[in-house]
């Protein structure tokens, strides 16, 4: 009965007993009401983690892989989380396990390699290493050095609204169409996810998408150096360098703190995530700084 409506399609008696939110919670003193308002968590967490290293007279690699997978039914305690209200509850109290999925935080890959190199060119080299003083000034004393680093996005859901509060949830998801292609009809600029895949629920519904099922925008960088060493005598040297950071000018989006505390909830989703946005599905976070250049000079004695 709360839930009929009226000719025009307005849902009628939702402002009055017995269909008002006050007259509908098991304890008449109390304007809100959890069940989940305690210290208790599921998780669960596995990894694997490769690691290559050299070391030899001119090359020092580091590289390093991890796949891992992060899962729990809420990623902070009761007053910690970041889900828009700053509480971290379930979506149905009554069903918990409904919110069981990839934690906020979960990175299910991640690689990352540095390397320095001396250019086996000029004297005691390789190559030329017999050369002149004049000739080595300018093929000697090389070197490159570099960190690249390779991530996968933090996941994040589809939020929708608690239509009048009547579910008094403070992590309401979209319902998800069924058979619709998430990847399909992306015609608008930095889009990324089909807002036709999703709708929002009706009064008193729960939505039928899960928590933390889509990924953000990962990390894909270049951090590049190249320097020259010129020996001045035995103990002194100078040494020149330009450093690139996001050396290929990479797209690396700001997430914002959602990244570690919550993202899955919204709080610093780079991609749009409400349904109700007329922006659902489009990256409209900040891009992090574009490429940098630095040049600098060292002095060694």
Not at 124 to 142: E, H, P, Q, S
Not at 185 to 199: A, E, M, V, Y
Not at 242 to 252: L, P, S, T
Request: hydrophobic share 35%; aromatic share 12%.
């Amino acid at each position: 009965f709360c839930q009929q409506q009226d000719a025009s399609g307005t849902y009628i008696n939702r402002k009055t007993p017995p269909c008002d939110n006050p007259s509908r919670l098991p304890f008449k003193n109390f304007t809100n009401y959890y069940i989940d308002s305690d210290w208790h968590g599921y998780s669960h967490y596995q990894a694997l983690n490769v690691k290559f290293e050299h070391r030899a007279h001119d090359l020092a690699a580091t590289a390093v892989y991890t796949w891992a997978q992060s899962k729990d039914d809420k990623s902070a305690a009761a007053g910690v989380g970041a889900t828009g209200s700053g509480y971290q509850g379930f979506m149905d109290n009554h069903h918990p396990e409904l919110d069981y999925g990839l934690s906020d935080f979960d990175v299910d890959q991640r690689f990352v390699s540095s390397y320095i190199y001396q250019l086996p060119f000029g004297r005691g080299k390789k190559i030329a290493g017999g050369v002149n003083r004049a000739a080595n000034l300018l093929i000697g004393g090389w070197e490159t050095t570099g960190i690249a680093t390779f991530q996968a996005g933090f996941p994040f859901g589809i939020n929708a609204s608690d239509i009048d509060s009547a579910l008094n949830t403070p992590s309401q998801r979209a319902n998800i169409v069924p058979g619709c292609n998430i990847k399909a009809n992306l015609t608008k600029t930095l889009q990324r996810i089909n807002p036709d895949c999703f709708s929002q629920p009706g009064l008193g519904q729960f939505g039928t998408s899960k928590r933390n099922f889509l990924r953000q925008p990962g990390i894909n960088n270049w951090d590049m150096g190249m320097a020259k060493n010129f020996a001045i005598s035995e103990r002194v040297n100078f040494k020149i360098a330009g450093d690139f950071f996001n050396a290929w000018n990479h797209h690396q989006y700001n997430i914002g703190t959602g990244a570690l505390i919550g993202s899955g909830s919204g709080g610093g989703s780079a991609i749009s995530n409400s349904v109700n946005s007329s922006t659902l599905g489009q990256i409209t976070g900040v891009a992090s700084a574009a490429r940098i250049i630095q040049l600098s000079g060292k002095l060694t004695f």
